[in-house]
């Protein structure tokens, strides 16, 4: 697994996870779940701003938006989905602030690399690593 290029709020949301017992890490999933932020107002307002996350089961929406050179990410995920309302969390808090740069240079491995690979179902990882590269790709078009 990489751990080059990983910006440092996702290294350090990466070391916390890996230095959570495995066996709690579930929660501390769920618990950024909770934080998942709320859209913006203007993402709000136009939904059809967002692109699916089709590796998602459940109805995830991500948009990205570059400014100033400053990515903001913004992601939906319905409550009743808490794993991946977990991933979208880690992955708007870790992308929203860096640079393009930053962002592009993140492992695509990055969330095999948190530690919940036994603890979550691969197709739920697969999920995370499928906002992570439309996030990638959205940045991509916008710089």
């Known amino acids: 697994m990489t751990t080059a290029n990983v910006p ?18 579930l929660l501390l999933l769920l618990e950024y779940a909770d934080e998942l ?13 967002c692109e699916r996350v089709a590796e998602c089961q459940s109805p ?12 903001t990410m913004h992601a939906t995920a319905p409550p009743e989905a808490p794993t991946t309302r977990g991933f979208a ?5 870790g992308i ?15 969330p095999q690399s948190i530690g919940l690979t036994r603890a979550v179902s ?3 990882i697969g999920g995370m690593t499928g906002m992570l590269m439309r996030a990638k790709k959205q940045v991509r078009q916008k710089r």
């Open 122 to 124: 691969p197709l739920r």
């Open 60 to 71: 995830v929406y991500i948009y990205v938006e570059v400014h100033d050179d400053v990515v």
């Open 89 to 93: 969390s880690i992955l708007v808090q």
């Open 8 to 25: 440092d709020i996702l290294a350090e949301i990466r070391d916390g996870f890996l230095e959570t017992p495995e066996s709690d890490r």
């Open 37 to 49: 932020p709320e859209v913006s107002e203007e993402v709000a307002n136009h939904p059809e701003m």
């Open 96 to 110: 929203t602030g860096l640079t393009p740069d930053e962002v592009l240079a993140i492992p695509d491995d990055y």
